[in-house]
């Protein structure tokens, strides 16, 4: 589908100004067919132009954008206008249960606010302020481009690896369909690690879909290997076992996942999702320790402070 940003304020064609047509009814061509007599059928043609060009040339233009209008992108690609603020609350947990050693859990958790500075059809700018609990706040320069799939901060960019994000990703979701309905499903393959996940495929489904209000579930249950983005930043760990400590080098095993996300025109509204994986944990002398690893997250939009919204 096309996922180009959809601007807020830029016009469309309103019903009305489609005439409507009964189920039951053909339309002008068909009812005045090639045997109707021509002066009937120069009138029918005269009023279809006459329909046409009463129509604005930016509605003409809008009208014929079908990929960007269909259903998919009106849910999915973030509607948003400079100066609009959405604030998220995010928490992260990893836990490693290994027999014969002591748990070992990890969190993290914070906020995040971003304030659209400019939003156009290849990329939307926002200032970035964030409050990672137990560190100092800190604030980025955001820019999201590649209608979510790239994600640069301070200039510097990257794939948007992020299990969740403020703006909807559809990096790990596959090709969206145009139509979209309830129980509909398609298997999405995923080409390289996540930030909690590896390389695998994931069936998506719609749960929940509300056009009115610009909102759909979706669920994901995906399987795959090897390493996350996560597992960059801890090729080793030191686990132990009754004050003993030992430092092993991670190996991943496979890994399973299923979560959900809520998200209205194109914000997300609510993402959670749990991942659960083996390890094989390899000691500096050799031996391997067997482990199961749980990772889970949970990011939800909160009331915007300023609008309370």
């Known amino acids: 589908m096309d996922w180009r940003f959809v601007v807020v304020g830029r016009s469309r064609v309103a019903k009305s100004a489609v005439p409507s047509r009964r189920r039951d009814q053909p339309m002008f061509y068909e009812e005045f067919g090639m045997n109707a007599p021509g002066h009937v059928r120069r009138a029918a043609i005269a009023v279809a132009l006459g329909m046409l060009l009463a129509l604005s040339p930016s509605s003409v233009a ?124 398609w298997t999405a393959s995923i080409a390289q690690p996540w930030e909690i996940g590896p390389s695998g495929t994931e069936v998506v489904a719609v749960a929940r879909l509300d056009p009115g209000l610009g909102l759909v579930t979706l669920t994901r249950q995906g399987a795959g290997a090897g390493l996350t983005s996560d597992d960059a930043r801890m090729a080793t760990l030191t686990i132990s076992a009754g004050g003993r400590a030992i430092k092993v080098r991670v190996v991943p095993g496979q890994a399973r996942w299923t979560g959900s996300a809520t998200v209205v025109r194109g914000i997300t509204l609510a993402d959670q999702i749990v991942v659960e994986r083996t390890l094989d944990l390899v000691t500096d002398d050799g031996k391997h320790i067997a482990a199961t690893q749980r990772t889970y997250t949970i990011f939800v939009r909160a009331e915007d402070a300023a609008t309370g919204r």
């Open 62 to 185: 809008c009208a014929t954008e079908g990929p960007t209008r269909s259903l998919s992108s009106l849910l999915l690609v973030p509607r948003v206008k400079p100066g609009e603020r959405i604030d998220t609350i995010f928490s992260k947990t990893v836990s490693l249960s290994i027999p014969g050693f002591d748990p070992k859990v990890s969190r993290t958790s914070g906020t995040d606010t971003i304030v659209i500075r400019s939003a156009g059809p290849d990329s939307i700018v926002a200032d970035e302020s964030y409050h990672y609990d137990g560190t100092a706040a800190g604030s980025d320069v955001v820019e999201v481009r590649d209608a979510g799939r790239t994600n640069c901060v301070n200039g510097k960019c990257r794939t948007n690896d992020q299990t969740s994000a403020p703006l909807f990703n559809p990096l790990l979701w596959g090709a969206i369909p145009h139509r979209l309905s309830i129980g509909q499903h």
